[in-house]
């Protein structure tokens, strides 16, 4: 007997005399996702509490691996409502983030952002989902926490002048307006650390097209040429 075989034969045996025990469920259902065995995993359920939460949640993971987002979705945000643990939360943002739906993402987002403060990531998802017209002093916390949380990361820093340079707009006779001539200071100085980055080169490159600055579109693509 294979050590997975053996593992599953404790598990079963654990699940014959507590039917309910959440951490056996959850990895023995774990293994049968593993091996696309849904099936197996289906069957565990039938003599289990429908209604407690680690049993509704492996429902949930049977819809995502049959495909069926909907569904998962359906189920997550009952469990959520209900429970909002962070396995569940975090599988209801892959669901969202497969369904597009941005008004559930945002929602699960925000929570994740409250949950795991410390998580940079969750702060520059969630800045891309709001209304920068009404919004746009939150994205701009939300990206400038994203920054200093992920210091090494270049994306977030992107993130922010992108951000700035679309939404001039909105920003007129705001502390947040930066002119074009700002922004391209502040990649020109991102590319010297990071010269071969392709999306802080794209990014200028627009940037310069705004400016009719042909010269230096012409310098600033062709380091995507010479690569």
């Known amino acids: 007997m294979n050590v997975e075989k053996k593992v599953i034969f404790h598990l079963k045996k654990a699940l014959f005399y507590l039917p309910d025990y959440p951490e056996a469920l959850m990895k ?3 293994i049968y996702f593993d091996n696309n065995l849904s099936d197996e995993a289906e069957k565990l359920l039938d003599n289990c509490n429908k209604k407690n939460h680690t049993v509704e949640y492996i429902e949930a993971l049977i819809s995502i691996n049959k495909g069926n987002y909907d569904d998962a979705s359906h189920k997550l945000s009952k469990i959520i409502t209900k429970n909002s643990e962070l ?3 975090k599988t209801a943002k892959e669901v969202e983030t497969q369904r597009n739906n941005k008004r559930k993402l945002s929602k699960y987002l925000e929570m994740l952002v409250d949950r795991v403060p410390e998580n940079g990531w969750y702060y520059l998802e969630l800045s ?25 990361k270049l994306e977030p820093k992107i993130s922010k002048i992108e951000f700035l340079w679309k939404n001039t707009f909105f920003l007129t006779n705001t502390e947040f307006r930066k002119s074009n001539e700002q922004l391209i200071e502040e990649l020109e100085l991102l590319l010297i650390t990071h010269p071969n980055d392709q999306s802080a080169i794209v990014l200028l490159s627009k940037i310069y097209i705004q400016e009719n600055s042909y010269s230096d579109i012409i310098r600033t693509l062709d380091k995507i040429y010479r690569k």
Do not use: G
């Open 87 to 89: 396995a569940y939360l």
């Open 28 to 30: 023995l259902c774990n």
């Open 128 to 152: 891309r989902l709001l209304n920068p017209e009404i919004d746009y002093q939150r994205i701009c916390y939300l990206l400038d926490t994203s920054i200093e949380l992920l210091k090494e």
